[in-house]
């Protein structure tokens, strides 16, 4: 059933209201002095069926001190509607319609108005169109934070009237694939310190680096998740925004054929101004090992398919040579001299065996139970004497047991 915005205070699903600095959290407080109720400086109402506004003087009354209102995922297709709702609230700074049905619904120039002091607007999965938003931005000229995510755009158009104000941008899970998309929003948001377009599958970057310092000069932070990126020079050309500090690139199809830690390293070589990658900071000292770690990772490389951070890279470290390969993998068999008595044989062993294990396999090589023998490793690289093998379960890999070295049989005395 449809209900009126206001109907809800009646009501004990008012209960979903917040206040966030209130240790009576979601509860609506009574104004004794002036005998009416006095809401919480956040408002949330989502989920409630709302589709009007209810009367205006009550809403006003009310809502003297609201200042964040959520209304998320209710039935509101009248921006007339909505209009009568924000402009009842003259603090309003946060407001959040997402979830709510407002595909091609017309906002007109005069409704807009009522928008004009609110900071942060959330239109996540409203469907709204573009011409819309480029409505608000002019209405509203103190916008700092702007959210327009799963709402199916595939092209922008672009706006007449900047919106100076603007800061922050979240426009992910959308179908934005042409960067001439993108361009649009340098001109129309030139103070964008943040752009979030993780899950649009975005191929490339196209502009040159005069474009991209023109239309972005103050982009702190792109998010690139999921994006189709596939080429090495778009990573380079993240390096052109003059300001670029933050980067959020995983689920590429450029970095699919690397591991995790190549991925990373390759990554940071090639963004020297680049602070936090992918949610982590990126120090000193894991820069100059990535950076040494992308000059040895193109050294076979012929001339023509060498990057160009390659060629900055070895004038400031040179030419590396490549890494000497270690194995550090455990030995798994040693070559040694078993003296048992006057008997001397070779024998190959396994490594990763105890000494009971080992006394087993020498018992038809010596002939001795492995109840009459004690056994002494002596390394034949060691200025100290033999060492006795007592512990059966102790593993032959502990003892440092090389090629050469000598295991010496010894029957027990009755």
């Given at each position: 059933m449809n209900k009126a915005f206001l109907g809800f205070f009646d009501r004990p699903s008012v209960q979903k209201q917040k206040k966030t600095a209130s240790s009576n959290r979601?509860?609506?407080?009574?104004?004794?002095?002036?005998?009416?109720?006095?809401?919480?400086?956040?408002?949330?109402?989502?989920?409630?069926?709302?589709?009007?506004?209810?009367?205006?003087?009550?809403?006003?009354?009310?809502?003297?001190?609201?200042?964040?209102?959520?209304?998320?995922?209710?039935?509101?297709?009248?921006?007339?509607?909505?209009?009568?709702?924000?402009?009842?609230?003259?603090?309003?700074?946060?407001?959040?319609?997402?979830?709510?049905?407002?595909?091609?619904?017309?906002?007109?120039?005069?409704?807009?108005?009522?928008?004009?002091?609110?900071?942060?607007?959330?239109?996540?999965?409203?469907?709204?169109?573009?011409?819309?938003?480029?409505?608000?931005?002019?209405?509203?000229?103190?916008?700092?934070?702007?959210?327009?995510?799963?709402?199916?755009?595939?092209?922008?158009?672009?706006?007449?009237?900047?919106?100076?104000?603007?800061?922050?941008?979240?426009?992910?899970?959308?179908?934005?694939?042409?960067?001439?998309?993108?361009?649009?929003?340098?001109?129309?948001?030139?103070?964008?310190?943040?752009?979030?377009?993780?899950?649009?599958?975005?191929?490339?970057?196209?502009?040159?680096?005069?474009?991209?310092?023109?239309?972005?000069?103050?982009?702190?932070?792109?998010?690139?998740?999921n994006s189709g990126l596939n080429q090495w020079e778009d990573i380079e050309k993240l390096n052109f925004f003059p300001r670029l500090e933050e980067v959020r690139l995983q689920g590429i199809p450029l970095l699919q054929a690397y591991t995790n830690a190549e991925r990373r390293s390759l990554m940071i070589a090639q963004l020297p101004s680049v602070s936090l990658l992918n949610g982590s900071a990126v120090s000193d000292s894991e820069r100059e090992d990535a950076e040494r770690f992308f000059i040895r990772y193109y050294l076979d490389y012929p001339e023509e398919e060498l990057p160009y951070r390659y060629h900055s890279l070895v004038n400031k470290y040179g030419k590396l040579e490549p890494l000497a390969e270690i194995d550090l993998r455990p030995r798994c068999r040693a070559q040694v001299e078993v003296h048992c008595e006057e008997k001397i044989e070779q024998l190959s062993i396994r490594l990763d065996q105890t000494v009971a294990e080992l006394k087993k396999q020498l018992t038809t090589v010596v002939q001795l139970s492995t109840n009459s023998m004690r056994l002494y490793y002596i390394d034949k690289g060691s200025a100290f004497g033999p060492e006795e093998m007592k512990y059966n379960t102790r593993a032959l890999h502990s003892y440092s047991i090389q090629d050469g070295d000598e295991i010496l049989v010894v029957p027990k005395t009755k």
């Open positions: 979601g509860q609506i407080k009574a104004d004794i002095a002036s005998d009416r109720l006095n809401l919480p400086s956040v408002l949330v109402l989502n989920s409630c069926g709302i589709s009007r506004s209810g009367d205006q003087a009550e809403i006003a009354a009310f809502c003297a001190h609201v200042m964040e209102l959520d209304l998320s995922h209710n039935k509101l297709q009248d921006w007339h509607e909505i209009s009568k709702i924000v402009s009842n609230i003259p603090n309003l700074e946060f407001l959040n319609l997402s979830s709510n049905p407002l595909a091609g619904m017309t906002l007109e120039p005069r409704w807009a108005e009522a928008f004009s002091s609110v900071r942060r607007l959330v239109l996540n999965n409203t469907q709204v169109s573009w011409d819309t938003v480029l409505l608000l931005t002019r209405e509203m000229p103190e916008l700092e934070e702007l959210f327009l995510c799963h709402n199916e755009y595939s092209s922008v158009s672009s706006s007449s009237v900047a919106c100076s104000t603007l800061r922050l941008l979240h426009i992910t899970d959308n179908c934005l694939k042409d960067w001439a998309e993108v361009r649009k929003f340098g001109s129309m948001f030139p103070c964008l310190d943040t752009l979030v377009m993780a899950n649009n599958n975005l191929s490339s970057i196209q502009d040159s680096k005069d474009i991209l310092q023109r239309l972005f000069p103050k982009l702190r932070s792109i998010n690139l998740h």
